[in-house]
């Protein structure tokens, strides 16, 4: 019998218990103090994180099931913990990460009306994401993941009165939906086939699987990571999401639920290891994605909208890394991400507060290096991490899938150094266009002032966690080497090369002096670009015209509604089930012509029958 | 020899039968259900049912079939014949041929009279039975068939208001 | 021979059910009627004349009888029809009053 240490119960019971008393009692009394039992849920929930960490780190795994949850005949469904390298390490990124933004948020919504139901919402996303890294199969994963969605919805969705944010939470929603299904459908099938979902159990029966089965399956989970990962085909919901909250978009959009596509991805990763050619082709469309989306972030205007393209391209870094083989790297970089990614969104958070209103563009500020100081350094310090300055934790997680791309050769190498050069270009910018200089078209904020301690102190730490989680490297592969079956070769962090790393720097490097060239030795030529070619500027913003699909499959979709339901439902079966009528009184009158009362008639009709009784008694 | 009296008296009574079954003409139908009857009592003679065949004959040819040529008569007759008398339309046959259908039997009994019939000479046996068995155990059904015939012959009793 | 008579005996019966089933004229379907009866008798004439059995004949009579019977009250009812105005066609009577 395993043993599941108290820690395990007292992550989902810590939540659980703030959301009910949040609920039930501070909602209705007194929503001001609705934060006070969720902070002390984010406290306990971090305290188990680490002790499960060092569970893990000491050389110990859990798989286990908590109860029985769906029972019927041979299914067999569970509710149970998978405690492993994986989990753990990602759950202490999302634990400590959003118990800290919970912390800043406490300020931001400060005076909001919808404080309570805010926290509640978001609290609720917290527990949701920790029982999505702990699940121990498909079916509880699943369920996680589409509360995760859901919590999505309401939270992006959370000014109801604004029509953009509402817009942008339904398109969420739906195109999450269209990649969920794939996960339904893959779900499905495993229950179908092997009637058990469990991680443990499936990983086992790897080899025996049919390559149809594992084709499709494989398939249909990238298609899930890619929407809620906002990989190439359907991320564009992400940098519409932003309509929400910046601690929404810093803890849901950066750190947390867009690594949840990524997360699922590794935990099939035995199965789809075993599909020939599908790694490579999540690699290619991680490399298309990252430099994509690197482009379009060099192109925004809107802060919150950079930043979000940011997350796409290092989504698709982090995609790239894993389609060449390092799932160690993947996992890395998806740590170091979640707390650099969170301290610029949070900063952009600062600067829109400070700006009263919800986000920023880069027309709106200027300068503000030495009107907010702490702001500055915070900023300074995640851009050089997500850039890959040297000893940040960017450069370690960035060389390691680097020295993935040199080990794998061929297109791999440039696409690497691009999307180098790229994130550096574009973070370098947003960093001179913010915080240096003074431009023409730059109307300064009226009262730059510094955030209130509550918001000031999360980012602090955040930031400090920016620069030193990379030096955890080492420790971080070590825990992962306990997340798969022995068949699996383990995953191996290659310490930075000098080549890599200096490949990587002068890329690096490359993209900074472009930025700096651009914005510093040109002030205007951000401007100047969109005024003699506003038709070049419409069409980053549209995304290079991808914005269209989308738009043109939801036209299509509609059409084909209007199809099914007026034409199949009214026109077709409607007038069949009206017309039945219609059918029973003809049928009748053709029954009626046959009494004719013709005595000549009745005899045929005598005739038939007799002939009809002997035929039968003949035929016995 | 009398191995062609039966075939040839069958194969009689079924043409005459179709011909009643197309003929237009009421009387027509009637004469040629008449020459049927006689036929039918040639092959009951030649199956050894004697007293039967001459029965058949009293009976059919005697009472019914005059009961329906005055019905026929006695209804209007046959109004729709009034020209074609040796037309051959859809379904009339000239007269001549009729009458040879009457004249069939004659030839009928010159088979029977050219010996060999080769009959069983048990029908006599069990004509000579029909009559104890009629008053035997049959004596019932006799009665009650006579009784059935009795209240037959009231229904040709016309009630005052009837015209005709 | 049996088989001859046996033949004969089924046609007439099939061409007395023709005449009554097609023909128009009560009188004509009356005539298939009587067809038929004659059909029924001469196979069981038949049967009874080589068996030798009273039985047979005797039913074969009685049979005979109740069909003149029927003849006499199936003409009268004819005549009864003929009386009344309508016409003697199985077409024409569909109500049977009167």
């Known amino acids: 019998m395993i043993d599941i240490p108290l820690a395990v119960y007292l992550l989902f019971a810590a939540p659980l218990a703030a959301l009910a008393v949040g609920f039930f009692v501070t909602r209705r009394y007194q929503p001001e103090a609705t934060y006070i039992p969720i902070l002390l849920s984010c406290a306990v929930v971090c305290a188990c994180s680490a002790y499960l960490a060092a569970f893990v780190y000491s050389g110990r795994g859990l798989d286990g099931t908590l109860f029985r949850w769906m029972v019927a005949g041979d299914w067999d469904v569970p509710f149970g913990v998978r405690i492993d390298g994986i989990g753990v390490s990602v759950l202490v990124m999302v634990s400590l990460v959003g118990a800290l933004i919970h912390l800043y948020a406490v300020g931001y919504m400060k005076g909001d009306p919808g404080f309570a139901r805010f926290f509640l919402v978001f609290h609720l996303f917290y527990l949701s994401m920790i029982g999505l890294l702990v699940s121990n199969n498909y079916v509880q994963f699943y369920l996680f993941w589409e509360l995760v969605g859901v919590c999505s919805y309401f939270l992006i969705g959370f000014w109801m009165h604004k029509p953009a944010a509402r817009r942008a939470a339904l398109q969420a929603f739906l195109t999450l939906r269209v990649a969920d299904f794939g996960l339904m459908l893959a779900v499905l099938m495993l229950m179908g086939l092997y009637r058990n979902t469990r991680f443990a159990a499936l990983y086992a029966i790897v080899p025996g699987i049919p390559a149809g089965i594992l084709a499709w399956l494989g398939v249909l989970f990238v298609w899930a990571a890619a929407g809620k990962s906002a990989l190439f085909p359907l991320y564009f919901w992400l940098p519409d999401a932003m309509e929400g909250p910046t601690p929404v978009s810093a803890l849901m959009h950066a750190a947390t639920m867009v690594t949840a596509g990524i997360f699922l991805l590794v935990r099939s990763w035995p199965l789809i290891r075993a599909v020939p050619g599908l790694p490579e082709s999540i690699a290619v469309l991680g490399a298309c994605t990252a430099l994509f989306a690197a482009l379009l972030a060099a192109t925004q205007t809107d802060l919150k909208r950079i930043l979000a393209y940011s997350t796409v391209s290092h989504l698709g870094l982090m995609a790239f890394g894993l389609g060449l083989g390092q799932v160690t790297a993947g996992i890395f970089h998806l740590v170091t991400h979640g707390f650099f990614k969170a301290v610029l969104f949070l900063c952009a958070g600062i600067l829109a507060h400070a700006a009263g209103k919800s986000t920023v563009t880069v027309s709106e500020v200027g300068g503000l290096r030495r009107k907010m100081p702490m702001t500055f350094l915070c900023f300074l310090a995640a851009a050089l991490s997500l850039a890959g300055f040297p000893l940040t934790a960017g450069f370690y997680s960035k060389d390691a899938i680097l020295a993935a791309a040199f080990a794998h050769g061929g297109w791999a190498v440039p696409a690497g150094l691009a999307i180098a050069a790229g994130s550096a270009f574009y973070i370098s910018r947003m960093l001179f266009l913010i915080f240096f200089g003074s431009r023409p078209e730059q109307k300064p904020l009226e009262h730059p002032h510094e955030a209130p301690p509550v918001m000031a102190v999360p980012v602090m730490f955040l930031s400090t966690g920016a620069v030193c989680v990379g030096w955890l490297g080492r420790d971080l592969a070590r825990m992962l080497g306990s997340g798969w079956p022995k068949s699996v070769p383990g995953p191996v962090l290659e310490g930075p090369t000098l080549a890599v790393s200096s490949a990587g720097l002068a890329a690096a490097a490359l993209g900074a002096a472009a930025a700096y060239w651009l914005t510093m030795r040109r002030p205007s030529w951000d401007w100047q670009w969109r005024r003699q070619r506003p038709g070049l500027e419409a069409l980053f913003f549209e995304d290079l015209g991808w914005r269209r699909v989308p738009a043109a499959c939801v036209t299509a979709a509609v059409w084909f509604a209007d199809k099914v339901g007026r034409v199949l439902d009214r026109d077709c079966w409607d007038a069949a089930i009206e017309g039945s009528a219609g059918v029973c009184r003809r049928l009748s009158e053709a029954g009626g012509r046959l009494a004719t009362g013709r005595l000549s008639d009745s005899l045929w009709w005598v005739l038939t029958g007799a002939a009809a009784l002997l035929a039968w008694a003949g035929w016995r | ?164 | 021979m049996s088989a001859v008579v046996w033949a004969v005996s089924g046609m007439l019966f099939l061409l007395g059910l023709a005449a009554v089933v097609l023909r128009r004229q009560l009188l004509a379907m009356f005539l298939g009627l009587e067809l038929m009866v004659v059909a029924g008798a001469l196979a069981l004439g038949h049967e009874a004349g080589r068996a030798g059995l009273a039985e047979g004949l005797v039913a074969v009579l009685l049979v005979l009888a109740v069909a003149a019977a029927e003849a006499v009250v199936g003409l009268t009812l004819v005549l009864r029809v003929h009386w009344s105005g309508r016409p003697t066609e199985a077409d024409a009577l569909r109500e049977l009053r009167g």
């Open chain 2, 1 to 164: 020899m009398i191995h062609w009296l039966v075939p040839f008296a069958g194969a009689a009574a079924v043409a005459f039968a179709a011909l009643m079954l197309a003929q237009r003409s009421l009387y027509a139908a009637a004469i040629c259900f008449l020459a049927v009857v006689l036929q039918v009592a040639v092959l009951l003679y030649a199956s050894g049912a004697r007293l039967l065949a001459l029965l058949l004959l009293l009976i059919y040819a005697g009472a019914v079939a005059v009961l329906i040529v005055v019905s026929i008569q006695a209804s209007g007759g046959d109004q729709r014949t009034a020209a074609p008398r040796s037309r051959w339309n859809r379904l009339g046959l000239p007269w001549p041929l009729l009458w040879v259908g009457l004249l069939l039997p004659v030839f009928d009994a010159a088979l029977l009279a050219a010996r060999a019939v080769g009959t069983p000479t048990s029908g006599t046996a069990s004509d000579l039975a029909l009559g104890p068995a009629l008053f035997g155990p049959y004596a019932a059904g006799a009665e009650a068939v006579a009784l059935l015939m009795l209240f037959a012959a009231l229904a040709v009793i016309k009630s005052p208001e009837e015209k005709g």
